[in-house]
């Protein structure tokens, strides 16, 4: 296993935005067994650095891929897109329209029972991006996945922090 290699090659699998993540993690734990810093305690010093960058790299890779936005920001990455341009920053009309009115119905948010289906939503804007994110690496729209990506990090944001009023509320 090549430190230079990508996540995906790490894990065997082909550079695709679907990923079993049970085979994901079995293949992670096969890794982890076989490298293990541990095993390595006797070893020369070179040895058991490079069994630490490889654990390291082995951990950073799973990290990425098991997380869809992550795993979509990675793969974006590799076809050459600049992910952290802070200067793209235009966002359809409509999604920026829903952004203010989603902020402003969490702000308004006192029960429990409300904030239930307000998660709820915002877990199926979740599963339908992360749907569309699918068919558009796929059919290798990768502009139009880019804008998914940041569409689905704002609703990550948002889940997190009605997740943080529900600790208030509780």
Not at 108 to 120: A, V, W
Request: aromatic share 8%; glycine share 2%.
């Amino acid at each position: 296993m090549s430190l230079s290699a990508n996540h995906f090659e790490l894990f065997q699998n082909a550079v695709t935005f679907e990923i079993d993540i049970n085979k994901l993690s079995e293949s992670y734990r096969n890794l982890q067994r076989t490298i293990h810093p541990d095993k390595y305690a006797n070893a020369p010093e070179r040895e058991r650095r490079l069994a630490m960058q490889r654990a390291a790299q082995i951990n950073e890779a799973f990290q990425t891929l098991k997380n869809p936005i992550t795993r979509a920001l990675y793969i974006l990455q590799l076809q050459g897109i600049n992910t952290n341009d802070e200067y793209h920053t235009t966002m359809d009309g409509d999604f920026l329209m829903m952004q203010m009115e989603l902020r402003e119905q969490l702000a308004e948010i006192t029960q429990l029972e409300q904030l239930n289906e307000f998660l709820s939503r915002i877990e199926q804007y979740q599963d339908n991006l992360n749907q569309k994110l699918s068919q558009q690496f796929a059919e290798e729209n990768l502009q139009q996945a880019h804008d998914s990506v940041r569409q689905f990090q704002f609703f990550n944001r948002l889940h997190e922090q009605a997740l943080q009023l529900e600790e208030e509320l509780i």
